[in-house]
T-cell receptor, first 110, second 112 residues
Framework: QQPVQSPQAVILREGEDAVINCSSS?????VHWYRQKHGEAPVFLMI?????EQKGHEKISASFNEKKQQSSLYLTASQLSYSGTYFC???????????FGAGTTVTVRA | NAGVTQTPKFQVLKTGQSMTLQCAQD?????MYWYRQDPGMGLRLIYY???????DKGEVPNGYNVSRLNKREFSLRLESAAPSQTSVYFC???????????FGQGTRLTVV
């Protein structure tokens, strides 16, 4: 069962912030975040584990609330290089299949 | 290191034809995955292999079969291709649960 991401798309100017949300209807063991540039393969950004561990990557950070089965990705002071489609991936507590959401397309303009 | 290698990169099939998409990883990973990517649908899991010798269905397995030939290789077979299977297919691998997944460069398949 795929997690649900929101919003579907966001347009930013350089330096602005954005939040991408990911929620699941099943109990989660971990949440992954990936970014995909047009015509390329998805690339790993970070993993968040049960316990609410928050991890960061450059100016991109994320949080994981396993009780609410939700995760959020924070794009801070966005750069042109942040443009792409962001996917959250989830692994359940009862199964270890890595399922992805529909993605959020981020466009950062100068 | 090559990472995850998929072949072919592009393929055009006629309806009813069969073909096998190949995937190999050189990272000694235990888990391997096949996804399809369609506009607005994200990455949908077709099949999954937790370890050599095991496979399991994902979210959209109908019309596909897989073989985990050995630890390195995980192939996806379309027995009778349909236009609805036109998509970009990605293979991925990881050490196991809670670990980074590495993706191949994808196979763009068109069924006419």
């Amino acid at each position: 069962q795929q997690p649900v991401q929101s919003p579907q798309a966001v347009i930013l100017r350089e330096g602005e912030d954005a939040v991408i949300n990911c929620s699941s209807s099943k109990a989660l063991y971990s949440v992954h975040w990936y970014r995909q540039k047009h015509g390329e393969a998805p690339v790993f950004l970070m993993i968040l584990l049960k316990g609410g561990e928050q991890k960061g990557h450059e100016k991109i950070s994320a949080s994981f609330n396993e009780k609410k089965q939700q995760s959020s990705l924070y794009l801070t002071a966005s750069q042109l290089s942040y443009s792409g489609t962001y996917f959250c991936g989830t692994e359940g507590s009862n199964d270890y299949k890595l399922s992805f959401g529909a993605g959020t397309t981020v466009t950062v303009r100068a | 290191n090559a990472g995850v290698t998929q072949t072919p990169k592009f393929q055009v099939l006629k309806t009813g034809q069969s073909m096998t998409l190949q995937c190999a990883q050189d990272m000694n990973h235990n888990s391997m995955y096949w996804y399809r990517q369609d506009p607005g649908m994200g990455l949908r899991l077709i099949y999954y292999s937790a370890s050599e010798g095991t496979t399991d269905k994902g979210e959209v397995p109908n019309g596909y079969n897989v073989s985990r030939l050995n630890k390195r290789e995980f192939s996806l077979r379309l027995e009778s291709a349909a236009p609805s299977q036109t998509s970009v297919y990605f293979c991925a691998s990881s050490e196991g649960i809670n670990t980074e997944a590495f993706f191949g460069q994808g196979t763009r398949l068109t069924v006419v």
